[in-house]
């Protein structure tokens, strides 16, 4: 049966009635030669549907004007978010909120941009899903946290776009989003480097720490970007994480051999690497701290020449 490319053999009932096949047509044909995904939304083939058609047809069942927000929007821009195997449509006033099997449907009054389509599917930006996932499908705590410091980091969105986006909205369910972008700001990149930026910040006999910054030598050639770095003594702070370092990266990379090598660039640069892990920062912050702080006394006053600090704004990022 002719269909529309984009759609993936997924029809509307009304789309169906339009190349010419009766209500009773319909009938007769469904489980026969067609099958229904969800009210009123047929795929034209009785094979396996797989997650995109059913994406898309949801998208079909929500009707003129959705746009897909929340946790699956997210994972389509490339986070990696709990999953609730549910779809969320914003639709216009002139549409109803509803319900079907995974899929839901939220009206609203304000403008929703659309950053991408994948098929025939409108996705909202990212700094609108991810409010929409914390407020309606219940995204929270250091997922919602971790998200928005990925989505960041990743410049998948804007500080100022999710600034803008925290100010339409009411406070509720929605800290841990303002707390991921205040940090961010600060320098960190993610939650274990947050906690590692707090921890130094509040030991008073260390000397000031800079987050996320670029080293390089004289000759612009870079040395790395260590997690947390400390200009008198030439200390790099580096929290390995298994789930940050580990697999393979998206050039087929091993992501742990990337790690070590980038380390290894620094020590050749004579920067001190003191590696710490999240584990360590959440159970044992004192260890963590002892060790810093004795590495970094031990150093005071060390100046390395060959190394210059390339700063960054972050609220300046595109």
Known sequence: MPGIPEQRCILTSTQLSERGWTADAIRHARGRRIQLVLPRVFATHLGPLDVQDRLVAAFLWAGDGAVLTGRVALQRHGLDV?????????????????????????????????AAFRDCVPLTDVARALC???????????????????ALQRRLTHPDRLRTELEERPRNGLQPVRRALKDYLAGAWSL????????????PGLP??????????????????????????????????????????????????????????????RV?????????????PEQVLT????????????????????????????
Request: with cysteine; proline share 7%.
């Open 208 to 269: 000031p720490c800079l987050l996320n910054t670029e080293l390089c030598t004289p000759d612009e050639v870079v040395i790395g970007v260590p997690d947390a770095y400390f200009e008198d003594g030439g200390i790099a702070v580096q929290v390995h994480s298994k789930a940050f370092h580990s697999g393979v990266d998206s050039q087929g990379k091993d992501r742990w051999s990337a790690t070590v090598e980038k380390d290894g660039t620094m020590v050749e640069n």
């Open 272 to 284: 001190i690497v003191v590696p710490v892990t999240p584990n360590s920062i959440e159970r044992r």
């Open 291 to 318: 060790r810093i702080r004795r590495v970094v006394t031990a150093n005071r006053g060390r100046r390395l020449p060959g190394v210059i600090v390339r700063g960054h704004d972050r609220s300046k990022d595109t």
């Open 82 to 114: 709990p999953s609730l195997g549910a779809c969320l449509f914003l639709v216009p006033t002139t549409h109803r909120s509803r319900r079907a099997a995974g899929v839901s449907t939220v009206r609203t009054t304000r403008p929703v941009p659309v």
């Open 132 to 150: 929409d996932a914390a407020v309606h499908q219940q995204l929270r705590g250091e997922a919602l946290q971790s998200a928005t410091m990925s």
């Open 192 to 203: 274990p480097e947050a906690a590692l930026a707090k921890l130094i910040r509040a030991e």
